[in-house]
């Protein structure tokens, strides 16, 4: 079980980023799965989630409305489309998933909003 997470880079405030979550040695819609981010000095909080049984989507109240969870069950992959991002959104953003009972994680990637 991988997960590779891309797409973060630096923006300024007000624009758009979207990640990916590639993953392999599971269907990306058989389990839960979902993003985390880690700004410096804070813990680590989820954001956004996905169930497996039917899709259904939550978001934490601090990127509900601007950011949007997806999946494309031929690529494999998990997608956040990140609109409208605030300098608070700045942290390592991270994607996981709940496979047989066991968390596994991606590896990062850096999202930098300037101001």
């Known amino acids: 079980v991988q997960l590779q997470a891309s797409g973060g880079g630096l923006v300024q405030a007000g624009g758009s980023l979207r990640l990916s979550c590639e993953v392999s040695?599971?269907?990306?819609?058989?389990?839960?799965i979902g993003w985390f981010r880690q700004a410096p000095g804070k813990e680590r909080e989820g954001i956004s989630c996905?169930?497996?049984?039917?899709?259904?989507?939550w978001y934490s109240q601090s990127v509900k409305g601007r950011f949007t969870i997806s999946r494309d069950n031929r690529k494999n992959t998990m997608y956040l489309q990140m609109n409208s991002l605030k300098p608070e959104d700045t942290a390592v953003y991270f994607c996981?998933?709940?496979?047989?009972?066991?968390?596994?994680w991606g590896q990062g990637t850096q999202v930098t909003v300037s101001s």
């Open positions: 996981a998933t709940d496979y047989r009972g066991r968390d596994y």
């Open positions: 040695g599971f269907t990306v819609d058989a389990y839960a």
């Open positions: 996905i169930s497996a049984s039917d899709g259904s989507r």
